[in-house]
């Protein structure tokens, strides 16, 4: 409760719009208005225009002259892009939790993929991106590296904004949840070289869906598809550069 109390109204508003633009609340290319937010929180227009330049560093939102804040939309090259690197900082969050995982962890893990399992059943693929996310966070928490975990916390951020694969794709979640179960098999093993190539892998196969997904609906052009090929190429082989 103490962090709570001792936020700022920057904080708060910050805080607040974020989960808007990460929940769907705010769509892509949907206009903030300072002035309407101020309203909403009853605070002066300062910290607003404080928390939307934070968010603006987040890459959530972009500042255009004469049109104001603008909520940032992603194409699929975006989307690959924020892969290749969550799949770089993933790799070595779950190989290093490998080190730390115990048992109680693992009996928490089996208990997450049933839950799956039972989304699976229901067809609840929305609720399935969540219990995704909780399932991998529950793992990369246990790396010992505070920084690499909000890192990868925060470029997930941007990718949840981006309709979950399993609403895009519903037949990606049962190769989802076998994917699952062979990584938790091989934490149980201790196998850190294992579990960092089925990571990989994982965001290798929702990458390719996604790409594929994009391509079969016409929304990428050729020049698009093959920039997206290329990092898909150095997710595979582990040429993680983000210089391009």
Known sequence: MGKLEFRTKSQIVYQSLKENIINGKYRPQQRIVISEVSKEFGVSEIPVREAIKNLESDGLIKTTPYVGA?????????????YQVRTALETMAASLAVQNIEE???????????????????K?????????????????SKCGNEYLYKLILDLWDLSYRTP???AL?????????REHEEI?????????DLVARLIRRQKENSLH???????????????????????LWKVRHGRMRTGG
């Open 104 to 122: 109680n962890d693992i009996r928490r893990l089996k208990k997450q993929i049933n839950v799956m399992e039972k989304a699976i059943r229901e």
């Open 169 to 177: 794709i519903p037949e990606r979640a049962h190769l989802s949840l």
């Open 164 to 166: 979950g694969v399993f």
């Open 209 to 231: 869906a996604l790409e594929n997904y994009f391509k079969d609906r016409g929304t990428q052009d050729e020049n698009a598809i093959q920039k997206n090929r290329e990092i």
């Open 124 to 140: 609840k693929y929305e609720r399935l991106g969540i219990l995704n996310k909780e399932f991998h966070t529950s793992i990369y």
């Open 184 to 192: 938790l098999k091989a934490l149980e093993e201790r196998d850190q």
């Open 70 to 82: 603008i909520v940032t939309s992603f194409d699929m090259e975006d989307i690959a892009k924020i």
